[in-house]
């Protein structure tokens, strides 16, 4: 008899899917097969489908791709001896749910052996992006029934009182660790990203959105959002911003003064680009105080380049640029630990706002665009 198929949403070209069906692999010794709840629409699955396809530093995308790294779902096997623990060293179970790292690095080059985050891996893989769905088993991406889950990779395990449609921010809330690094950098004798510290978000997308949360969970003073969605800024706010922005409708030169006349004429502290355009990179360093921080974590995909003036906008400002190239896998389980927490302060289980089947990619990905929306989010068995 023959092996089930499982479906997968499969981006065979930028801006094509085909749904297409796959043998249900048996996972090799050190491989897991995880049957899939929920997976994100990500920025960089938005530019991808757009055909935005040099990424994380020059890495060139090999078609078909199933995309998907935003991952949840429940262990279905685990290969060879069938013992397997998580990052935290829990040992995992057929049944448990996980949420599945994005990434793999070699743990050979340079970078790995020298304690270097895995986006610095000279060789490292992503599920949803760079393994091709050209090479068996097939099932690198979370936008299909089943993920397999190869050699070197990490699961962490769910709470069990946390719901998966908060679960699936894991992986971007991550990213915001970016903050635990910015409380490093500082070009003066004083604490960098200091208890108090004004902030401006740009960009209030799901991960704008995370780093405006872990903001002020570490204590931000003023937290300012800044984008071109009503939608958006209204749910910043629920979040914890104090005041909004809406690019749509102010100049660059309103924008700014608006900044400075809530800074005392100084202005931002802490400026976080996550608007994912670099226009925004020049007007974050605009905004910033002398001796300000630039977190730039917006900008995954190469969309062109701008003009800066590395007198004004750094060496007079003395100012401090911290590029996030993705998150660190010790972010996880804190991460999901303190969203449970802070669920009952924050909407959390109102960030997921559209669910599609995998029929329903296309209309998942159009959705993902609109400004009144989200997280979108693919359930593979619907």
Not at 207 to 229: V, Y
Request: include cysteine; aromatic fraction near 10%.
């Amino acid at each position: 008899m023959p092996a089930p198929g499982v479906l997968a949403a499969t981006l065979v070209r930028p801006g094509e899917y085909e749904i297409r069906e796959y043998p249900l692999p048996e996972p090799a010794p050190g491989c897991v097969l995880v049957r899939m709840e929920m997976s994100g629409i990500c920025g960089t699955d938005k530019h991808t489908y757009q055909g935005y396809t040099t990424q994380y530093g020059g890495r060139k995308l090999e078609f078909p791709i199933i995309q998907g790294h935003e991952n949840v779902g429940t262990i279905a096997a685990i290969g060879g001896s069938g013992k397997f623990t998580d990052f935290e060293g829990e040992a995992l179970a057929v049944g448990d749910r996980v949420v599945v790292g994005a990434n793999v690095s070699c743990g050979r080059c340079y970078y790995c052996t020298h304690d270097f985050p895995y986006y610095c891996c000279e060789n490292t893989t992503d599920y949803g992006n760079n393994l091709s769905a050209k090479n068996p088993p097939h099932l690198f991406g979370g936008w299909s029934q089943y993920i397999y889950v190869v050699p070197g990779s990490f699961l962490v395990k769910v709470p069990d009182h946390l719901p998966s449609e908060v679960a699936v921010l894991t992986e971007i809330f991550a990213v915001t660790v970016g903050l635990d690094r910015a409380k490093q950098m500082s070009v003066f004798p004083s604490e960098s990203f200091r208890f108090d510290d004004t902030v401006v978000v740009f960009g209030v997308g799901p991960l704008g959105m995370c780093f405006l949360m872990k903001a002020r969970m570490m204590g931000a003073g003023t937290i300012i959002a800044i984008d071109k969605s009503e939608y958006r800024l209204n749910f910043a706010k629920r979040l914890g911003a104090d005041f909004s922005i809406n690019a749509g409708t102010t100049s660059q030169a309103d924008r700014l003064q608006l900044v400075k006349d809530m800074t005392h004429g100084r202005g931002a502290d802490v400026a976080i680009e996550c608007a994912g355009v670099p226009q925004a990179v020049p007007e974050a360093l605009e905004l910033l105080r002398i001796g300000g921080l630039l977190v730039e974590a917006g900008n995954f995909s190469d969309l062109g380049e701008v003009s800066l003036s590395p007198h004004r906008h750094i060496c007079a400002k003395n100012a401090r640029i911290l590029g996030v190239g993705g998150e660190e896998s010790a972010a996880y389980g804190p991460g999901m630990r303190q969203m449970a927490r802070y669920m009952k302060n924050y909407p959390l289980r109102e960030f997921v706002t559209h669910r599609f089947g995998l029929r329903d990619v296309e209309a998942a990905m159009r959705k993902s665009m609109e400004s009144e929306s989200m997280k979108v989010v693919l359930e593979p068995w619907q």
